[in-house]
C-alpha cells in the first residue's frame, strides 16, 4: 500500500495549516501538540475516498463501526496527557487508524498500542512502517485490560468509552502518571483525567464528549 504523504489540493500542507490555526482559536495552546499534529498527514488515516475532508474538524469513519477522531478532540486530549512533560513510556487503547498513535509517537519516547479489531490494525501497522515510526509497539488484543506486560505506563489515553473506567488500566499507571478516558454510555459521556500520586488516584471530570463504546473481545 503506497500512501501520498505530503497531499495536494485539500490533501495540502497548506489545507493541514488552515486545522491548526482553528485549533488554535478553539483553545489549544500546546505548540508540541499542534507541531505533532501539523507534522502527521491525517488524509493517509482514511479511505481515499474520504481523503478530501480529513481536514475538517470532524470525526470521519473508518470501517467496522469505528471512527478517526475529531482533530480538536485529539488535540484536547493529547494536551491533557502529555501537557508540561514528555512521558516516557504510554500505552494508548484502540488504535483504530493509528492516528492518535502517530501524534503520540512523536510526544514520548515509546507508544504501545492495543486494538481489537485485526482489519484496522493492519492497516494502521502499514502506515506506521510509511512514517517510520520505530517507537510504535502494537498488538491484537481487548483493550480493556491494557497491556500488563509492558507496564507501568507514564500516561494511558483510551479512545473509546467504557461505562465505567477499568481497574486494570487504573493499576497499570506509573507513580506521577495520567490517565484520559472518555467514560459513559449514550450520550453521557466524560472525559476524565485519573492522576496517580503513590497509592492515592485523583480524578477530575472536564467536558461532554462523545466516542464510540469501549467494547471487549477481538475480531479477526
Not at 65 to 93: D, F
Not at 184 to 199: D, F, H, I, S
Request: glycine residues 8%; contains cysteine; charged residues 25%.
Amino acid at each position: 500500500m503506497n500512501f501520498d504523504l505530503q497531499g495536494i489540493g485539500m490533501t495540502s500542507r497548506r489545507t493541514r495549516l488552515r486545522l491548526i490555526e482553528r485549533l488554535r482559536k478553539n483553545g489549544i495552546q500546546n505548540e508540541a501538540v499542534l507541531e505533532a499534529m501539523t507534522e502527521v498527514p491525517r488524509h493517509i488515516f482514511v479511505d481515499e475516498a474520504l481523503a478530501h475532508r480529513a481536514y475538517e474538524d470532524t470525526a470521519l469513519p473508518i470501517g467496522h463501526s469505528q471512527t478517526i477522531s475529531q482533530p480538536y478532540i485529539v488535540a484536547r486530549m493529547t494536551e491533557l496527557l502529555c501537557s508540561g512533560w514528555k512521558p516516557k513510556r504510554v500505552l494508548e487503547v484502540g488504535a483504530g487508524s493509528g492516528y492518535q498513535t502517530a501524534i503520540l509517537a512523536r510526544l514520548s519516547t515509546q507508544v504501545y498500542t492495543v486494538e481489537r479489531i485485526a482489519p484496522l490494525l493492519e492497516k494502521a501497522k502499514l502506515r506506521f512502517k510509511a512514517l517510520k515510526l520505530n517507537n510504535v509497539s502494537a498488538k491484537l488484543s481487548d483493550g480493556r485490560w491494557g497491556w500488563p506486560e509492558q507496564g507501568p505506563f507514564d500516561a494511558i489515553m483510551v479512545t473509546a468509552a467504557p461505562e465505567q473506567t477499568p481497574s486494570e488500566l487504573l493499576e497499570q499507571l506509573a507513580d506521577g502518571g495520567r490517565l484520559v478516558i472518555p467514560v459513559g454510555g449514550g450520550n453521557e459521556q466524560m472525559l476524565k483525567v485519573y492522576k496517580r500520586q503513590g497509592a492515592e488516584i485523583e480524578e477530575s471530570s472536564l467536558e461532554q464528549v462523545r466516542f464510540v463504546p469501549l467494547l471487549g473481545g477481538v475480531v479477526r
